[in-house]
């Protein structure tokens, strides 16, 4: 199993602010790393797909980058929506596995 | 409208069993594949189980392996999971969701069922 790795686990923030959430992967998974953004009480919502690939309907301040191990999610200049819980998940290779989470609060 | 609706969820005692159903509309839901996942209380998310396009192909995480099944209805649009065997580390909010398979992504989630397993 693909073992995953984000940090970090929480984090606070101001509005403006440029934020950066890493994901690593105890094994290649490619570019096949997605990132989802959840909201308490919601489910989780598609904000990247493919490493770096913008899921339609996602503001542009929300980026992705990476492949191989190592993976980057950034959002540039915070907004008040954008205080929540994002994950990294990679679907390379069964079973699919999840990041523990990154928790974003205001500052 | 594009959407998912799960239904089925609520509190069962340990050892018992509940049939989680999930509706699709808004897509040609025989194109994809389709995946339970679960989500404890203040924890992380985790897939359950998913299901081939056509129901050929099934796959479970360890944990669930021969007490829940996943099944499908391509003419009644709609997704099931079986949970037999209860236990109480099952508790979760249950999402059913779709993708296209590996090396793709779940684009498409339910609001999710919770499913409370105590005595």
């Known amino acids: 199993d693909i073992q995953m790795t984000q940090s970090p686990s929480s984090l606070s923030a101001s509005v403006g602010d440029r934020v950066t959430i890493t994901c690593r992967t105890s094994q290649s998974a490619s570019i096949y790393l997605n990132w989802y953004q959840q909201k308490p009480g919601k489910a989780p919502n598609l904000l990247i797909y493919a490493a770096s690939s913008l899921q339609s309907g996602v503001p542009s301040r929300f980026s992705g980058s990476g492949s191989g191990t190592d993976f980057t999610l950034t959002i540039s200049g915070l907004q008040p929506e954008d205080f929540a819980t994002y994950y990294c998940q990679q679907s390379y290779s069964a079973p699919l596995t999840f990041g523990g989470g990154t928790k974003v609060e205001i500052k | 409208e594009v959407q998912l609706v799960e239904s089925g969820g609520g509190l069962v005692q340990p050892g018992g069993s509940l049939r989680l159903s999930c509706a699709a509309s808004?897509?040609?839901?025989?194109?994809?594949?389709m995946t339970w996942l679960r989500q404890a209380p203040g924890k992380g998310l985790e897939g359950v189980a998913s299901?081939?396009?056509?129901?050929?192909?099934?796959y479970y995480v360890d944990s669930v392996k021969g007490r829940f099944t996943i099944s499908r209805d391509n003419a009644k649009n709609s997704v099931y999971l079986q949970m037999n065997n209860l236990r109480a580390e099952d508790t979760a909010v249950y999402y059913c969701a779709k993708w296209r398979g590996l090396q793709s992504e779940f684009d498409l989630w339910g609001q999710g069922t919770l499913v409370t397993v105590s005595s």
């Open positions: 299901i081939k396009r056509d129901g050929s192909e099934k």
């Open positions: 808004g897509f040609t839901f025989g194109n994809y594949w």
